[in-house]
T-cell receptor
Framework: SQTIHQWPATLVQPVGSPLSLECTVE??????LYWYRQAAGRGLQLLFY??????ISSEVPQNLSASRPQDRQFILSSKKLLLSDSGFYLC?????????????FGPGTRLTVL | DQQVKQNSPSLSVQEGRISILNCDYT??????FLWYKKYPAEGPTFLIS?????DKNEDGRFTVFLNKSAKHLSLHIVPSQPGDSAVYFC????????????????FGTGTRLKVLA
């Protein structure tokens, strides 16, 4: 069966510090991968998606970047965090192709920028 | 422009009764709809989905109804249980018309369901 991992689970960082959040998926090959952010009291905002190694698409301009160095690894980064980067970050995967449409989420990372 | 709307931020239901969560959408290009359940500090858990070519999909206590003409879908939980208390997100997906060959997902803001024992 497929599983998705995210770490760390929680993170408190000062403004201006760098960020690296990691997501890995097991039990599937060539998944579509996604990074979302849920701000307090808001819905899920798509940040980045990737359909393959090195292929990253950004949904909204922001202070963050993403990379996919391996097939089942997705990394969310920032060089200098802003207060507005605080939120709950979720990684999700979806099977490649068009047959299956369900997206499955990881446990999330709670980021607090002080 | 919010393409997927969950207009009720919260809902309280007595245990054993029916919970009905609603979702409206504006984009007729959406071809698949999903419901997720989310507990605090956890990732959303997939519950049930429906293709736009259907009007009903049932899985145990969960049934999703789709009314394409009204651009409305609803999730029915019968009977409701205290463990169903969570935030429920509605999501809609549409095929991306770019070289990625993947889907775009738009989420509503969620409805907090509280099932009272």
């Amino acid at each position: 069966s497929q599983t998705i991992h995210q770490w760390p689970a929680t993170l408190v960082q000062p403004v201006g510090s760098p960020l690296s959040l990691e997501c890995t998926v097991e039990g599937t090959s060539n998944p579509n991968l996604y990074w979302y952010r849920q701000a307090a009291g808001r819905g899920l905002q798509l940040l980045f998606y990737s359909v393959g190694i090195g292929q990253i698409s950004s949904e909204v301009p922001q202070n963050l970047s993403a990379s996919r160095p391996q097939d089942r690894q997705f990394i969310l980064s920032s060089k200098k965090l802003l207060l507005s980067d605080s939120g709950f970050y979720l990684c999700a995967w979806r099977a490649p192709g068009l047959a299956v449409n369900e997206q499955f989420f990881g446990p999330g990372t709670r980021l607090t920028v002080l | 422009d919010q393409q997927v709307k969950q207009n009720s931020p919260s809902l309280s239901v007595q245990e054993g009764r029916i919970s009905i969560l609603n979702c409206d959408y504006t984009n007729s290009m959406f071809d698949y709809f999903l419901w997720y359940k989310k507990y605090p500090a956890e990732g959303p858990t997939f519950l049930i989905s429906i293709s736009s070519i259907k009007d009903k999909n049932e899985d145990g206590r969960f049934t999703v109804f789709l009314n394409k003409s009204a651009k409305h879908l609803s999730l029915h939980i019968v009977p409701s249980q205290p463990g169903d208390s969570a935030v429920y997100f509605c999501a809609a997906s549409a095929r991306r018309f770019d070289s990625s060959g993947t889907y775009k997902y738009i989420f509503g803001t969620g409805t907090r369901l509280k099932v009272l024992a």
